[in-house]
């Protein structure tokens, strides 16, 4: 069993940035791949970005690509989201993951943290 527990999210002007972390608990971090996926109200939950386990493999969704960076520290069991230039679109809760190997299909993932909420005000 692992635990997921995000932090960092908050109220962000437009432009503005924000790091979210993404820390395991019980099992750790281990060889887990973890995603970042974000659901907006009356939106459907989707991928924003993902990480293998030596953080060598990184795939990002379009609508963040260029603005979004994630990287993972196994030391301290912890994921970390890195938002830059934010933009209203952003608003949303956001949710890490973790499953056996790096995918971008939501169905694929098995162990969930209850989300952080991330505001984007104009």
């Known amino acids: 069993q692992v635990q997921l527990v995000e932090s960092g999210g908050g109220l962000v002007q437009a432009g503005g940035s924000l790091r979210l972390s993404c820390e395991a608990s019980?099992?750790?971090?281990?060889?887990?791949?973890i995603g970042w996926f974000r659901q907006a109200p009356g939106k459907e939950r989707e991928f924003v970005a993902a990480i293998n386990w030596t953080g060598r493999i990184i795939k990002y969704a379009d609508a963040v690509k260029g603005r979004f960076t994630i990287s993972r520290d196994n030391a301290v069991n912890t994921v970390y989201l890195h938002m830059f230039s934010l933009k209203p679109e952003d608003t949303a809760v956001y949710y890490c993951a973790a499953t056996s190997y790096i995918v971008t299909i939501i169905a694929e993932y098995y162990y969930w943290g209850k989300g952080t909420q991330v505001t984007v005000s104009s």
């Open positions: 019980g099992r750790g971090l281990g060889t887990y791949a």
